[in-house]
């Protein structure tokens, strides 16, 4: 059974720096895309970028180039999202993603990760 | 930039038919993809390929596409159906691919 199980919640100051996971299971991980969607409260979905475990390949989304870094290290199975500079907009639920077979889509999502910034 | 529209809310009494759009001027060469949502909960993809069902995804649930728009219909809607539903397609055409673009969802209330 293929899962993606993330971190837990986090609560953080402004200023502050935070890297969450996803840790897959069940499948290859080297061998699909990674990728992270924000959610912010009461809002839509928000595709971040995405990583190829395989290679570290990454693609962002120009909305969050430079704001946040992904990465990976295939032989514990873990994709992560991190922040070196929290600002309270990134208060939001992150949800980290297995990309399909056949294409550009999510055919597993982690049970998401809440981030909370507050001074 | 690649933009996909969708209706703020759809409502429909139990047994009926719902239909839940989403346009947008790349869905001609873009596959769509459906999510469904409910609260608290992560999103579950429940169409794929414009028209696809993923196993598991009960057979009431089904997709369309026709020029710019494409489209989710839900027969015989019951009350579980009841979420907020995103459309999702992606531009890979571009050398550092792909772009991927959600809907900004469509919230279905059974009445």
Known sequence: ?119 | SYELTQPPSVSVSPGQTARITCSGDALPKQYAYWYQQKPGQAPVLVIYKDSERPSGIPERFSGSSSGTTVTLTISGVQAEDEADYYCQSADSSGTYGPYVVFGGGTKLTVL
């Open chain 1, 1 to 119: 059974e293929v899962q993606l199980v993330q971190s837990g919640a986090e609560v953080k100051k402004p200023g502050e720096s935070l890297k969450i996971s996803c840790k897959g299971s069940g499948y290859s991980f080297t061998s699909y895309w990674i990728g992270w969607v924000r959610q912010m409260p009461g809002k839509g979905l928000e595709w971040m970028g995405i990583i190829y475990p395989g290679d570290s390949d990454t693609r962002y989304s120009p909305s969050f180039q430079g704001q946040v870094t992904i990465s990976a290290d295939k032989s514990i199975s873990t994709a992560y999202l991190q922040w070196s500079s929290l600002k309270a907009s990134d208060t939001a639920m992150y949800y980290c993603v297995r990309h399909g077979d056949y294409g550009d889509y999510f055919d597993y999502w982690g049970q998401g990760t809440l981030v909370t910034v507050s001074s």
